[in-house]
């Protein structure tokens, strides 16, 4: 769900010096890439990583994260002859797929893929990326279930598969062509959205939570129910999405975020009404991007947007509310009749192979599902830069996602999360409070 450009600020600065990614730009990314390909400098762990003495995050003790059951071989980077404009050096695609369409049609979230993955890909498989971008689930279906469209590759929500499944939207995957699915983490995978990911791969996972300037709220929130705080009024910024905040007022009454009972939902519509005074933007393009400003205090965003917002101002923390977070996934899925499959095979096992997913921890830090990505970063010293553009190399990327308890959050708060799930024909009932709440009605 989430989702938003490495360094939106940063962006801004970079194209004024020269005279959008905001998700739908094709700008070069604002910070630099290493000039090679960077290779492994040390052997991958046994096990994927998992954070045993992460520090806790507000109100949540650090525990164990989950860790998967096998490790991928360990993998090194050949660079190849290509070069883009921010002057990274392309890797090699291991393996190389035989692809013969000159271009791929994608839809995507906004802000969500490092420009030097499209780049690279554009220049080593000789494909024109043609993409539409959205800034929400509902956004997204809405779009693609009425159909018209000649996508071949596309970000889909958990919530969203399977419906979208149910409409024949989306091709059944050949296994077969997807090397990279030995990559990920098994926590990741065979998830109820979708089981034996039949018609989905994971791109990246998160958490919504709450973000707090502790600077400007001196005594911060701990719970949902703490952001009706009058006190808060006109301070908040809240991501854009319905079944995420809609499931926030559903917790404080201590309701399932899945109810489709008509009289909770509309006890959840009511309390709703009662938060949106405090809240001054809707925003899931870049919310930290108010947080940053000083716009907003505090507010409801997804995981790497607290990241990145912390990394610019430490006094930016995330708290994970005691009603539980909000859980979520991001996939990659492929559309039923693609005309340019070929290339949304490559495009699969290439923008997510090791030496190009490690650019996620930097650009994106979610909850990266990449097992071979992380191995891959994990006490590499290829120079790269951080979020803020200083100097720093992929293996301190991996230590500051890994000691983060915003990237890498405690097994327990994962475990006490809700997450939405497809609720079927009371997804209209949903859609209604929506409207009725974000139209002051």
Request: proline content about 8%; glycine content about 6%.
């Amino acid at each position: 769900m989430k989702k938003f450009s490495g360094f939106h600020l940063i962006v801004i600065l970079v194209i004024a010096s020269l005279v959008l990614t905001a998700c739908g730009g094709q700008a070069a990314p604002a910070t630099q890439a290493p000039t090679e390909a960077p290779a492994a400098t040390q052997p991958p762990a046994t096990e994927p990583p998992a954070a045993t003495e992460a520090p806790s995050a507000t109100g949540a003790p650090a525990t164990e994260a989950p860790a998967a059951t096998t490790a991928p071989t360990a993998f090194t980077s050949i660079p190849s002859d290509k070069v883009t404009a921010s002057g990274y050096t392309c890797p090699e695609p291991q393996p190389r797929m035989d692809v013969t369409s000159k271009e791929l049609n994608m839809f995507v979230w906004t802000e969500y893929i490092p420009q030097d993955i499209f780049d690279c890909f554009q220049l080593v498989y000789g494909v024109t990326i043609n993409r539409d971008e959205y800034s929400s689930a509902e956004e997204m279906f809405a779009k693609f279930s009425k159909g018209g469209t000649n996508y071949d590759v596309l970000h889909v929500s958990d919530n969203v598969v399977p419906p979208i499944i149910r409409l024949g939207l989306l091709e059944k995957l050949d296994k077969a062509r997807l090397p990279i699915m030995a990559d990920f983490d098994p926590t990741y995978l065979d998830l109820s959205f979708d089981p034996g990911n039949e018609y989905t791969l994971p791109y990246e996972a998160g958490i919504d939570a709450i973000v707090v300037n502790t600077d400007k709220v001196p005594n911060p929130p701990k719970s949902w129910a703490d952001l009706w705080n009058p006190d808060y009024k006109g301070r908040m910024v809240s991501i854009d999405d319905s079944r995420a905040i809609i499931g926030v007022a559903l917790t404080t009454l201590g309701y399932d975020v899945n109810t489709t009972d008509q009289k909770q939902l509309d006890q959840a519509k009511e309390k709703l009404k009662q938060l949106i005074p405090n809240i001054k933007v809707f925003d899931s393009d870049s919310p930290k991007t108010e947080l940053i400003a000083g716009d907003v205090d505090l507010g409801i965003v997804w995981t790497a947007e607290a990241e990145l917002a912390h990394q610019e101002n430490p006094a930016i923390t995330f708290i994970y509310p005691t009603e539980g977070a909000i859980n979520w996934q991001d996939n990659w899925a492929i559309a039923a009749n693609a005309a340019h499959a070929d290339a949304a095979y490559a495009w699969l096992n290439y923008s997510m192979q090791p030496d190009l997913f490690w650019m996620m921890l930097r650009d994106f830090p979610y909850i990266n599902p990449n097992t071979a990505a992380l191995n891959f970063a994990k006490g590499n010293s290829t120079a790269t830069v951080d979020s803020n553009g200083a100097d720093t190399t992929l293996g301190a990327l991996y230590d500051n996602y890994i000691n983060s308890p915003i990237t890498n959050p405690p097994a327990d708060v994962v475990k006490a999360g809700h997450r939405a799930v497809d609720v079927g024909d009371a997804t209209a009932l949903y859609d209604q409070v929506w409207t009725e709440v974000k139209g002051g009605q």
